[in-house]
């Protein structure tokens, strides 16, 4: 009986840990969510979609299939030494799967699914802490545009102590971004646009983005984008 009473008084105390952690952000962060579907995200039922980055010296393609509800991936494309691979793992067994999953694969996806859907991992990630700084110069086009900050502390985000910086249009939707990578991993700043928007279902995804990696000219896109809705079978594709 002792040990229920701790559960349910640990499961408030988280609870209400996330409404403070809610309560604190600025409402911008909700809004831009909102703005890219986070309302509906419950209706999702998988996300299919494939990363393409170009890079000086790098030149490659992740298809992925996501289940959100479960967290089962499926990924298919290759590995560090050019083999083709398919593979599909749940991430809450993350630790029971190959050292190529474990290494390679998961990153891979943490990295090109917070490309994919950043505004939603900025309020489900309580690390984060947003501020909203108002009318600031975009990066690349230079016009005024209103900056989120997104900054990670700890744990959290794809590497402890990352920035995501965001230049929102007065539609909310990302015009550009900045990224800093927390840790000492290549590339470590990336300055892009978020272009090429096009709906899946209910969800709003930028499918390209052209800047510099540490000033180098970068590339990347999501091409076969489609999403099936809970109780469907049939696929729709991002238009």
Same mark, same amino acid.
């Given at each position: 009986?002792?040990?229920?009473?701790?559960?349910?008084?640990?499961?408030?105390?988280?609870?209400?840990?996330?409404?403070?952690?809610?309560?604190?952000?600025?409402?911008?962060?909700?809004?831009?969510?909102?703005?890219?579907?986070?309302?509906?995200?419950?209706?999702?039922?998988?996300?299919?979609?494939?990363?393409?980055?170009?890079?000086?010296?790098?030149?490659?393609?992740?298809? /992925?299939?996501?289940?959100?509800? %479960? +967290?089962?991936?499926?990924? *298919?494309?290759?590995? $560090?030494? #050019?083999?083709?691979? @398919?593979?599909?793992?749940?991430?809450?067994?993350?630790?029971?799967?190959?050292?190529?999953?474990?290494?390679?694969?998961?990153?891979?996806?943490?990295?090109?699914?917070?490309?994919?859907?950043?505004?939603?991992?900025?309020?489900?990630?309580?690390?984060?802490?947003i501020t909203d700084d108002g009318m600031q110069k975009l990066p690349i086009a230079k016009t005024p545009a209103q900056r989120m900050v997104v900054k990670?502390?700890?744990?959290?985000?794809?590497?402890?102590?990352?920035? /995501?910086?965001?230049?929102?249009? %007065? +539609?909310?939707?990302?015009? *550009?971004?900045?990224? $800093?990578? #927390?840790?000492?991993? @290549?590339?470590?700043?990336?300055?892009?646009?978020?272009?090429?928007?096009?709906?899946?279902?209910?969800?709003?995804?930028?499918?390209?983005?052209?800047?510099?990696?540490?000033?180098?000219?970068?590339?990347?896109?999501?091409?076969?984008?489609?999403?099936?809705?809970?109780?469907?079978?049939?696929?729709?594709?991002?238009?």
């Open positions: 009986m002792r040990s229920l009473i701790y559960a349910l008084t640990f499961g408030l105390l988280l609870g209400l840990f996330a409404i403070a952690v809610a309560q604190q952000r600025p409402p911008i962060a909700q809004e831009v969510a909102k703005t890219y579907g986070l309302d509906s995200f419950g209706q999702i039922e998988a996300i299919r979609y494939t990363f393409n980055i170009q890079l000086t010296g790098l030149n490659l393609s992740r298809s /992925w299939e996501w289940h959100p509800k %479960t +967290d089962e991936v499926t990924y *298919e494309g290759k590995d $560090k030494d #050019g083999k083709p691979v @398919k593979v599909t793992y749940q991430r809450s067994q993350l630790g029971s799967q190959s050292d190529m999953v474990k290494n390679e694969v998961d990153p891979g996806f943490v990295n090109d699914n917070y490309w994919l859907i950043f505004p939603f991992h900025a309020v489900w990630d309580n690390s984060a802490t990670y502390s700890g744990g959290g985000g794809y590497t402890p102590g990352d920035t /995501w910086t965001l230049y929102l249009g %007065t +539609d909310k939707r990302v015009k *550009e971004f900045e990224y $800093k990578r #927390g840790g000492d991993k @290549k590339p470590s700043e990336v300055a892009a646009t978020w272009a090429g928007y096009k709906k899946a279902g209910p969800l709003l995804i930028s499918t390209e983005h052209r800047g510099t990696a540490d000033g180098k000219p970068v590339h990347i896109s999501f091409s076969n984008v489609s999403v099936q809705l809970a109780g469907q079978k049939n696929w729709i594709p991002a238009r």
